[in-house]
């Protein structure tokens, strides 16, 4: 641990909190009060204790974003050539690395996350804006081929003010992945992140404006979604909105869009399923369970929530998965033990009941099914790493996303029973498939309904590879060129020469 994370995590311990964390929205360039001079706090998952007050944002907050982002889009960030947009794009990279202990330690306090995963999302967050830095001015348009008598030709225009609305669970990683493509396009932003976790957000915002952002091109007004986050996706003066999180506020959304015609992009939730074949190299295959599961406590909408296997290599597997899902130690993620709290004490029984009723029905419980505190201190929300086994199809469990460390099994006897349990749920997010076999594979790979697959390594890849959803997982695609595309809009000129 370097010296600097050492000083904020022993500042964290030893108090409680850090000092001069953000206190109010980030508009226009400046930290400023709600309207009405309301607050909200925002507590510390491994304890369970308020550490943090923030701006309690309501409609006029959300009105005095929206238009500081349109001024803005008439301002010089519109104006400047997209190599010196990348440019202080690249800045913001490097400020990001050059706060990252302060940045992780925070993000740890906020969403209850280990240290080891906030500084992964740290590290991703600083890659994230580097990449679409890069991608500023290779964002081109096409000359179309009429013939001699015409020219013509596409411009990708920058969409507007865009809204992005940000869950808890990577609250930083979430919040790059969505405002570094939108300033890359010549976009600007008003975001809102998650009540549970408004901070490193507000912390992105500032950075983003030392780095030479202009003032109103990235703005966050924080608050409740019932009250900031609904006024912003019902905004006339917002021309896009990316949302992630749950299917529900994701309709809520969509239908607040709708008398604005606004566009969307929607990162919703999964049930993932990860396949093991019965060739598969077993060691890799638990390695990657227990990562695709248990990481961030299971709060990722792309988790391995469902374990597909072949029938004759389940007992082994599960087995073996449930002997490291014991020997996992809970703790405050600020001791980086092998899986941290849950985000909230409602989120903790939201997960504890989902078990519950799986025992009452009468699911195999392999392992876990306990809500727990931390051993050391007696306090936050944990919950232990859990495996239910045989599960049916139909198995609300199997259907139904958890959203924590609970991981549901299922057993297949061949290929296509493998891909009728797969697409058996109503999302399609993402899918994990091991075996040694090319073919088969590449088959499952496209009989899989999915918007992103991976083979031999669960959540393989980064930001260059594009990522969203099918079916109720939503629609739209992040990361990748193909983001970029989402905050633009082509226009086609054609002359007649
Ligand atoms: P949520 O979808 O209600 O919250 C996500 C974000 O939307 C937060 O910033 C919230 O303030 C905002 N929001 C809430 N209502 C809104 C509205 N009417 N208009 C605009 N913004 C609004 O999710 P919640 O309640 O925090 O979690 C519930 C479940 O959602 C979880 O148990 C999990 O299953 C799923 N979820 C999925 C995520 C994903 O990555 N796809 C992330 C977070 C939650
Ligand atoms: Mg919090």
């Known amino acids: ?5 050492q000083r ?65 889009l008439k301002g010089p960030w519109a104006g400047m050539a997209p190599a010196q947009r990348g440019r202080v794009l690249h800045r913001v990279a490097e400020l990001i690395r050059a706060n990252a202990a302060r940045l992780a330690v925070v993000e740890t306090l906020d969403s209850g996350k280990r240290l080891s995963e906030a500084l992964g999302d740290v590290a991703g967050a600083a890659n994230c804006f580097d990449y679409y830095a890069g991608a500023c001015d290779k964002h081109q348009g096409d000359s179309l081929p009429l013939g001699p008598e015409y020219l013509a030709y596409t411009l990708n225009e920058p969409v507007g003010v865009t809204a992005h609305i940000i869950p808890w669970n990577y609250p930083l990683s979430t919040a790059a992945r969505g405002i570094a493509p939108a300033l890359a396009a010549g976009c600007t932003v008003v975001a809102k992140p998650a009540e549970q976790t408004p901070l490193t957000a507000l912390m992105l915002a500032d950075l983003c404006h030392q780095a030479g952002v202009p003032a109103g091109v990235c703005n966050v007004v924080t608050g409740t979604g019932r009250d900031a986050g609904a006024a912003l ?48 190299d077993l060691d890799l295959a638990v390695d990657n369970v227990m990562g695709a599961i248990f990481e961030n406590a299971g709060q990722i909408c792309s988790a391995g929530s469902r374990l597909l296997v072949a029938r004759c290599v389940h007992e082994q597997l599960v087995a073996r998965v449930v002997a490291r899902a014991q020997a996992l130690s809970l703790g405050h993620g ?8 849950l985000n909230s004490h409602a989120h903790l029984h939201k997960v504890a009941g989902y078990v519950e009723r799986a025992r009452a029905r009468g699911v195999a419980v392999r392992t876990g099914g306990c809500v727990r505190a931390d051993p050391q201190t007696g306090l936050g929300w944990f919950y232990e790493p859990t495996v239910l086994d045989g599960l049916a199809p139909s198995d609300e469990a199997v259907q139904e996303e958890i959203f924590g460390p609970v991981l549901c099994v299922q057993v297949f006897d061949d290929l296509g029973e493998a891909v009728a349990l797969a697409n058996g749920t109503p999302f399609g997010l993402v899918a994990g498939i091991f075996t040694r076999d090319l073919s088969a594979a590449h088959r499952l790979a496209r009989d899989i309904d999915a918007g992103q697959v991976y083979l031999n390594e669960y959540f393989a890849g980064g930001i260059s590879v594009p990522f969203g959803g099918n079916k109720r997982s939503g629609f739209g695609r992040e990361k990748g060129l193909e983001a970029l595309r989402s905050y633009s809009k082509s226009k086609s000129v054609v002359a007649r020469l």
Not at 1 to 5: A, G, P, Y
Not at 23 to 48: K, N, R, Y
């Open 334 to 341: 600020l001791r980086d033990t092998g899986m941290g709290p």
């Open 1 to 5: 641990m370097s010296s600097e994370l």
């Open 233 to 280: 996706v019902r905004h006339p003066g917002i021309h896009h909105i990316t949302f992630t999180g749950s299917v529900n506020t994701g309709i809520d959304v969509m239908r607040a869009a709708a008398p604005n015609i606004t566009r969307l992009v929607l990162e919703l939730g999964g049930k993932s399923p990860l396949l093991v074949l019965a060739d598969a």
């Open 8 to 72: 904020w995590v022993q500042e964290a311990q030893s108090t409680g909190t850090l000092q001069g964390l953000p206190e109010g929205h980030f508009i226009d360039g400046l930290a400023v009060a709600s309207a009405d001079g309301g607050t909200l706090d925002t507590l510390d998952p491994g304890t369970g204790r308020v550490f943090a007050r923030f701006a309690a944002g309501q409609a006029a907050d959300v009105d005095a974003a929206v238009l500081a982002a349109n001024r803005a």
